[in-house]
């Protein structure tokens, strides 16, 4: 590193028997004096010194930038007091940085601004990496409160859908949060202006009906179509519901057999208004991003590995051969294999067909 | 970390300066916008982009970070709509990116179903004077590998390229890259031995070279002719029984060899240079019988060794008599029973070198054998070097976690009792 070079420059004039020193001003006034070694660490002293002559004497006093008070130059002099010392090993320079930078927030973002005025890059790298470890992993709102951000976005700007992917959980409870405010807006609006509103969950064609109906019942995170360029829908959690989808849909092509559309009907419409409820919903980059091919059954066939395959195939003849005896026990047994996270409770309606509740979580 | 209100007041009155009276000030808001890219550039990207609904100040910040490091979920692996959905993702990144200049690039995903993207995106990064980029790639049934575009290799000023997993290497032609210093090619395919060899041929700076070859490869790499490497690291996992490597690095100062199950490597220095200049050669063999080095007098070698490590199994020892021979400076010597050979117990003949080893005597200061266990052989090794290190400060020996208690009781009473060269050595037993 070149600042290191630097410090190993003897000075001039003085004897080698006395320590030298530097003098600093900082913007309130106060002067102080450093060792010469510690001081030209910083490429923006050694600078003024070399290029200047300043810093020698009292008077001549190199005035630092307003930037750095007189806290931060004593904790910017005792980072350079150790690492100017070229003898230490990496270890023992990585494990003063870990302890040195152990400081509140506040005067993370003074000392960041400070060492970047006298441009000593190592301690702006240290602090910034400090603050970025700060910032990462955190929501919006816990990340104002650290900094104490304002919060002066409208809430247009920031309902403006993030353009992120959504199998990311932070994002995806953000959207959330701001598709229910933007839900909330938006019926404000509807109760002034008497507007047509975007669609909603019930306004959905009798063909997307029975299409998610076919094939998307497990989906508990809830399909939601918000505008009106969205072209297909989004399946969330495809890993954890693909087995159950196929259990459904095997189950749903064995109860046609038996005249139960109706019922099959019944039981998307019961699962599907259950899901409704929950209205999750982080699909409002659908519009941005078009997926194709959602609801075709041979993708979902394609994802399935074969050794699951054979098990539904096997559960679906198991299903097939006692359909004679108890019918809504087993059906709510098979049903419940595919669904490890979803309990499917079933009871038999007073007309004799079935209903199904879903947990709502 | 977290702030409390008392240390707000501290900080506040510690400060001569009276201008901000309110406990509760935003700080890092006042950064310069240099500085808060900065800190965002240590982020992912993701992250980064979050940061834009904070408040009016930080909306535009992230689109102005010099880097780009995107990374796909799990579920991408099975989901071609999530695939799909991360192609557009980035893409839009790169859109909202208003950098002209980019300093890192780094991707991690399962290939998407039109790769055509995938090359725009380079295309992209290459335009905008990208310095470093890193990419892996997941092969996915209908996609299983990712075939590099050419403009890549025309990058003028790329420093950095890593590449990994399913990517394919084809150079058909003159390669063009002036910066390049750093390259990792990490169990990637070739299209043939020529992209090796140009790629190698064409790189003025390489500096640092990273390898790890696999059997199904499609290459047979066994002349790396590079005179400005400094750092070399090839791992082979290819099963075969005989390596030939032919290395002409005249500079290189940092060689690591790692190999699994080859039984024989036939090294060739080409070049009266080679490896003189080396201060740290690691080998990490396992099952290894044989070594042998062709074209050069090992005397020669090793002058500047300064740190040598040995992660051997059986007949990997046999290195340590020659290693302590010829490197005459040598200050660290680490030792290792590969991890693929403990707990086997299989007994070696180790013959400690005829004469004490110049290095004991005057530059070796500390030596760490991990895996150590109580086998005759180990022991014999520690007690030789114990007794004819001179200077040694240090010995660190670090057993297996399985051994129970009482053994390990009684190794280290065996080593206490072994006779010690150097006044100052201390023995650590872990």
């Given at each position: ?34 060792e010469r ?10 600078h ?20 750095v008070n ?16 070229p ?7 990585k ?6 930078i ?8 003074e ?8 441009q ?20 919006p709102e816990e ?27 932070r994002?995806?409870l953000?959207?959330?949060l ?9 019926e ?14 019930d ?24 505008k ?17 989808n196929e259990t459904?849909k095997n189950?749903n ?5 038996l ?10 419409q ?27 059954d ?5 994802e399935i ?5 054979e098990?539904?195939?096997?559960e679906v003849?198991?299903f ?5 005896s108890d ?21 038999l309606n ?6 199904r509740?879903?947990?709502s979580? | ?27 890092i ?24 609904i904070?408040?009016k100040?930080w909306?535009p ?15 991408c692996?099975?989901?071609?709509s ?6 557009q ?12 200049c980019l300093?890192?690039?780094r ?5 998407v ?7 725009t ?27 590099l575009p ?12 890593k ?14 890259l ?10 990637i ?7 090796v ?13 990273v ?8 290459t ?7 005179p ?6 090839i ?6 029984h ?7 690095a ?11 199950l ?7 220095l080409s ?7 080396a ?5 990490h ?26 992660n ?5 020892w ?5 290693f ?29 070198p ?16 991990k ?10 090794m520690?007690?030789y ?13 670090f057993?297996?976690g ?7 009781l ?13 006044k ?7």
């Amino acid at each position: 590193m070149s600042e290191v070079n630097m410090a190993v420059i003897k000075p001039e004039i003085s004897s080698q028997m006395m320590k030298s020193y530097i003098w600093l001003q900082t913007a309130d006034g106060s002067i102080q004096q450093v060792e010469r070694e510690v001081a030209m660490f910083c490429p923006m002293i050694c600078h003024e010194v070399i290029q200047k002559g300043m810093g020698s004497s009292k008077n001549c006093a190199i005035s630092l930038p307003q930037r750095v008070n007189p806290a931060m130059l004593s904790l910017i002099i005792d980072y350079c007091q150790f690492h100017q010392v070229p003898g230490h090993s990496n270890k023992e320079r990585k494990s003063f940085d870990e302890k040195f930078i152990r400081m509140d927030t506040k005067r993370l973002c003074e000392l960041t601004s400070a060492a970047d005025s006298l441009q000593l890059k190592p301690l702006v790298d240290l602090t910034s990496r400090a603050l970025a470890r700060i910032i990462e992993g955190k929501s919006p709102e816990e990340i104002r409160e650290i900094f104490h951000l304002p919060d002066d976005l409208t809430e247009e700007e920031k309902l403006e859908p993030l353009k992120n992917t959504t199998d990311d959980p932070r994002i995806r409870l953000l959207n959330r949060l701001y598709a229910k405010k933007r839900k909330e807006l938006k019926e404000r609006q509807k109760i002034k202006n008497a507007e047509v509103e975007e669609e909603r969950v019930d306004d959905r064609s009798v063909d997307d009906l029975l299409s998610f109906i076919n094939g998307d019942n497990g989906d508990s995170k809830g399909i939601k179509t918000s505008k009106s360029k969205k072209k297909n829908r989004k399946r969330k959690d495809q890993q954890k519901s693909t087995s159950t989808n196929e259990t459904i849909k095997n189950h749903n092509k064995e109860l046609n057999g038996l005249n139960s559309v109706r019922c099959s009907a019944e039981v998307g419409q019961k699962s599907w208004a259950g899901v409704g409820a929950t209205s999750n919903l982080h699909d409002v980059e659908d519009d941005i991003f078009a997926s194709k091919n959602e609801l075709d059954d041979g993708d979902i066939d394609d994802e399935i590995d074969l050794a699951l395959k054979e098990k539904i195939d096997r559960e679906v003849e198991d299903f097939a051969r006692r359909l004679n005896s108890d019918w809504p026990e087993r059906m709510q047994e098979i049903l419940s294999f595919g669904h490890e996270r979803e309990p499917v409770h079933f009871s038999l309606n007073g007309n004799g067909s079935l209903r199904r509740y879903t947990n709502s979580e | 970390m977290a702030n409390s209100p008392c240390q707000e007041i501290d900080v506040s009155s510690k400060r001569s300066k009276s201008s901000d009276k309110e406990v509760c000030f935003d700080r890092i808001s006042r950064l310069p916008d240099v500085l808060i890219q900065h800190i965002l550039s240590f982020l992912p990207t993701k992250e980064a982009m979050t940061t834009s609904i904070l408040s009016k100040r930080w909306l535009p910040i992230w689109t102005s970070v010099p880097i780009i490091d995107l990374q796909d979920s799990r579920s991408c692996r099975t989901d071609s709509s999530l695939r799909l959905r991360f192609g557009q993702f980035v893409t839009r990144v790169l859109i909202l990116n208003k950098m002209a200049c980019l300093d890192k690039f780094r991707l991690e995903f399962n290939m998407v179903d039109h790769p055509s993207y995938v090359k725009t995106w380079f295309r992209d990064a290459v335009s905008r004077d990208v310095k470093e980029l890193d990419i892996t790639v997941h092969g996915t049934q209908s996609f299983p590998i990712l075939k590099l575009p050419f403009v890549l290799f025309t990058a003028k000023t790329l420093q950095v390229l890593k590449l990994s997993n399913e990517v394919e290497l084809h150079v058909p032609g003159t390669v063009s890259l002036p910066c390049l210093k750093v390259l990792h090619l990490v169990w990637i395919k070739y299209r043939n031995d020529e992209s090796v060899s140009r790629i190698f041929a064409d790189c003025h700076v390489l500096q640092e070279l990273v390898l790890h070859i696999y059997v199904g490869d499609n290459t047979t790499i066994s002349n790396i002719s590079i005179p400005t490497l400094k750092i070399m690291s090839i791992r082979f996992a290819t099963g075969q029984h005989k390596h030939q490597l032919k290395i002409n690095a005249p500079i290189l100062e940092y060689l690591n060899l790692e190999d699994n199950l080859g039984l024989e490597f036939d090294l060739e220095l080409s070049g009266s240079k080679s490896l003189c200049n080396a201060k740290s050669v690691s080998l990490h063999w396992d099952w290894h019988s044989k070594m042998t080095w062709r074209n050069f007098r090992p005397h020669r070698l090793f002058h500047k060794l300064v740190r040598s490590e040995l992660n051997v199994g059986y007949g990997g020892w046999n290195m340590l008599s020659l290693f302590l021979e010829i490197s005459y400076n040598l200050q660290l010597l680490v030792l290792a029973k590969n991890d693929n050979c403990r707990g086997l117990g299989l007994e070696c003949r180790w013959k400690p070198p005829k004469y004490v080893p110049e290095c004991l005597l005057s530059s070796l200061e500390r030596v760490d054998f991990k895996g150590f266990e109580d086998v005759a052989y180990q022991l014999r090794m520690v007690k030789y070097i114990l007794g004819n290190a001179q200077v040694l400060k240090m010995m660190d020996i670090f057993t297996d976690g399985d051994l129970p208690l009482e053994s390990k009781l009684d190794v280290l009473k065996k080593l206490l009792m072994f006779p010690r060269g150097s006044k100052e050595c201390q023995l650590h037993f872990n």
